[in-house]
């Protein structure tokens, strides 16, 4: 008998490294490999209606949070077609969803916080209810912070478990923000990227079926872990345009250029470099900063945020206003996992200057943006420069990055998700695996990187 012939009741996925207890599982147990080239393990039977998608964010739902990213990708898959619950710790009453399902019972979850309990030990207690609705055949979509328990537990009932990386991993991290703070003669703040900690990463990411990647640096950071590359999802962010409606398809004045900045005002968002490039160039325009700026910044650029073409605006809740008031969208970010601001701003019409890790899958260099360097100052005050003075090339851009924005509205992005989990079904549910491994070739990159 081949391993194409075996099945089980409930699929269970484990390295191929590893060994299994058959008396203990008292059913026969196929071990699996999931490189391209592999047998898919075959669930119980085929699909009966809707794929069902269980995502887990062991985190309170609400505003200005990463659960805006997955209650827009979970909005956005085809109606009908997918029958979706989201595990948290809490719902946002706000803003309920109908697939909100929170794991604990109110007043245990207020009773944790008081004691301040962290979210990774109340993801633990949680995730013991979420596992009994986990059945052979689901997905289970997991968002940071992670459960290595859960993740085996939900492979063991037969699921298949995607992982979706917000950041890089953190050798990565480690590597690119050390180099931020060196740049400022200063160490890493204390508790960044323990060694048990990145440990620990690395085996949740290993475990994993699949690892979803925002950008290409996340990508190439699991690739650098020893995530294969038919395991990794290349996958986007995207906008809202009823969101931005004020900001879309205006016509801008003609005008010393106005650049802003949106993000929280840290080293790691590079807003220290944007800075002294700022005062570098001397360009005649406005720089805006929309969002709270660290203290640590706001004595080391005392002078600088003090100029009259430097405005801080804080904390911004209508965002769309910002980016219609502005020409140019900067940010020189070191470390991101797939920046939901560069897409805004792209929808919005902006030309942009942005680091790598900034760029997300939507913008490229001398197309959309000019890519920069964001540990090299001058190259960033080289971009405000040439920007400021050649408005056909910034008009360019900025025409360029609305077109490219419509692949990029959430309804577009959740579609290609969704259709990205199919063939990951379809992959794990087939007897041959032929045809189903050469579709998931085909979406596993879907992200109109063009």
């Given at each position: 008998m081949t391993r194409l012939t075996l099945y089980r009741k409930a699929a269970t996925h484990r390295p191929i490294s590893r060994s299994f207890n058959f008396e203990r599982r008292l059913r026969p147990l196929a071990k699996v490999h999931l490189m391209a080239t592999a047998p898919a393990r075959a669930a119980e039977r085929p699909r009966p209606g809707p794929l069902r998608l269980q995502a887990v964010l062991w985190n309170a739902l609400g505003p200005g949070s990463i659960a805006y990213a997955l209650t827009e990708l979970l909005d956005n898959m085809p109606k009908g077609a997918v029958e979706r619950r989201l595990w948290c710790l809490s719902s946002d009453p706000l803003s309920p969803h109908e697939y909100d399902s929170p794991a604990l019972p109110t007043i245990v979850y207020r009773a944790l916080c008081k004691a301040r309990v962290?979210?990774?030990?109340?993801?633990r207690i949680a995730s013991t209810v979420a596992l009994r609705s986990i059945k052979a055949g689901d997905i289970?979509?997991?968002?940071p912070p992670y459960d290595l328990r859960m993740i085996k537990r939900a492979q063991e009932r037969g699921a298949i478990v995607v992982a979706e990386r917000t950041n890089c991993m953190g050798p990565m991290g480690l590597d690119v923000l050390s180099r931020a703070y060196a740049r400022r003669g200063l160490p890493l703040p204390d508790g960044w990227f323990p060694a048990d900690g990145m440990r620990e990463e690395h085996e949740q990411m290993l475990q994993c079926?699949?690892?979803?990647?925002?950008?290409?640096?996340?990508?190439?950071s699991l690739r650098d872990a020893g995530v294969p590359d038919d395991r990794i999802l290349e996958t986007s962010y995207g906008f809202s345009p009823s969101r931005l409606a004020r900001a879309i398809g205006i016509e801008r004045p003609r005008r010393p250029p106005v650049f802003a900045f949106v993000g929280l005002g840290i080293v790691r968002k590079g807003l220290d470099v944007l800075l002294e490039a700022w005062a570098r160039a001397g360009v005649n325009g406005t720089l805006l900063l929309a969002g709270h700026v660290d203290e640590d910044i706001r004595v080391a650029y005392a002078d600088i945020l003090a100029r009259?073409?430097?405005q801080e605006l804080g904390f911004v809740k209508d965002i769309a206003g910002v980016y219609a008031a502005a020409d140019v969208f900067v940010f020189p970010s070191h470390e991101e996992g797939g920046p939901q601001v560069i897409y805004e701003a792209?929808?919005?019409g902006?030309?942009?200057i942005v680091s790598p890790m900034g760029a997300g899958r939507i913008v490229r260099h001398e197309t959309e943006c000019l890519m920069i360097d964001p540990l090299d100052v001058d190259s960033i005050a080289a971009a405000l420069t040439r920007l400021a003075e050649d408005e056909?090339?910034?008009?360019?851009?900025a025409f360029r990055a609305a077109e490219r924005s419509r692949d990029f509205t959430w309804a577009k992005v959740g579609a290609r998700l969704y259709d990205q989990f199919c063939a990951i079904w379809n992959r794990f549910s087939s007897e041959s695996g032929k045809a189903d491994v050469t579709e998931l070739d085909r979406v596993s990159g879907g992200t109109t990187n063009r």
């Open positions: 962290p979210a990774t030990v109340q993801g289970v979509y997991i968002w079926d699949f690892v979803t990647a925002a950008n290409a640096l996340a990508s190439q009259p073409d430097v792209a929808a919005c902006l030309a942009s056909p090339l910034r008009r360019g851009l």
